[in-house]
């Protein structure tokens, strides 16, 4: 009795430790996978940086935070997202990845011409789903 009750923790002990070392890998997957995404940005010429990169295993979550971007081309373009959040994530295949929902929060897109008078044009919104 004694023997099938370890038996039964250790499988226990087993099960969590992989969920939890699946989500940290998969954490750590999803974090490279978006940041090698902005480095094609960068690698354009134009600017690119984010905030934090989360996964949620369960819900297959992906949330990343405090998106700012500017294109190099002229008259830049600047682009301000204050978090996206795609739900249902799956990757069909290794060029693309698929959600059920993406949702936008706080989008501010931005563009300036260089002219005698300088225009400059900007639109806000709060959520974009």
């Keep these: 009795m004694v023997k099938i009750l370890i038996g039964l923790v250790a499988a226990i002990v087993i099960a969590v430790g992989g969920f939890f070392g699946f989500e940290f890998y998969m954490q750590h997957r999803v974090a490279g996978e ?6 094609q940005i960068r690698a354009t010429g134009g600017k690119a940086s984010h905030g934090k990169v989360s996964f949620d295993l369960l819900s297959r979550t992906v949330t990343v935070a405090d998106i700012a971007g500017e294109s190099g081309a002229q008259p830049p373009v600047s682009v301000k997202i204050g978090s996206v959040i795609a739900s249902g994530v799956s990757q069909p295949d290794a060029a693309r990845f698929a959600a059920d929902s ?17 225009l400059h044009l900007t639109y806000r919104a709060r959520e974009l789903q």
Excluded: H, Q, S
């Design 34 to 39: 978006v940041e090698a995404a902005f480095e």
């Design 102 to 118: 993406i949702d936008l929060t706080d989008v501010e897109i931005g563009v300036e011409a260089p002219t005698e008078t300088l």
